[in-house]
């Protein structure tokens, strides 16, 4: 069992920065493969990205490639979404999630999820 919980969402201008972080608990947190999705008010849930297990490697949505980066600290326990260049479309509620395999786009595939947090983008 994997309990994560999301944090760092906030209200910034565009072309703003904001670091997402998730911290897991449970001591199989190195196991999982991570992703972050992304749900605006109206929209289906869209997979933002992953990471390995081991960090090693990430897979970006192109809708945020070269703007966000996945990271992740197995000795914190803790995934991170670090996201440059926000534009006001980035708007939306986003979650972690685990799984096991690298990796999913959907998010059905995905065992574990956090409550997410609301990120917003003004113009």
């Known amino acids: 069992q994997v309990q994560l919980v999301e944090s760092g969402g906030g209200l910034v201008q565009a072309g703003g920065s904001l670091r997402l972080s998730c911290a897991a608990s449970?001591?199989?947190?190195?196991?999982?493969?991570m992703g972050w999705f992304r749900q605006a008010p109206g929209k289906e849930r869209e997979f933002v990205g992953a990471?390995?297990?081991?960090?090693?490697?990430?897979v970006y949505a192109d809708s945020v490639k070269g703007r966000f980066t996945i990271s992740r600290d197995n000795a914190k326990n803790t995934v991170y979404l670090q996201m440059n260049s926000l534009k006001p479309e980035d708007t939306a509620v986003y979650y972690c999630?685990?799984?096991?395999?690298?990796?999913?786009?959907?998010?059905?595939?995905?065992?574990?999820w956090g409550q997410g947090t609301q990120v917003t983008v003004s113009s």
């Open positions: 999630a685990a799984t096991q395999v690298f990796y999913y786009t959907r998010g059905d595939l995905y065992d574990y």
């Open positions: 449970g001591r199989t947190f190195s196991y999982y493969v």
């Open positions: 990471i390995k297990s081991s960090g090693g490697s990430t």
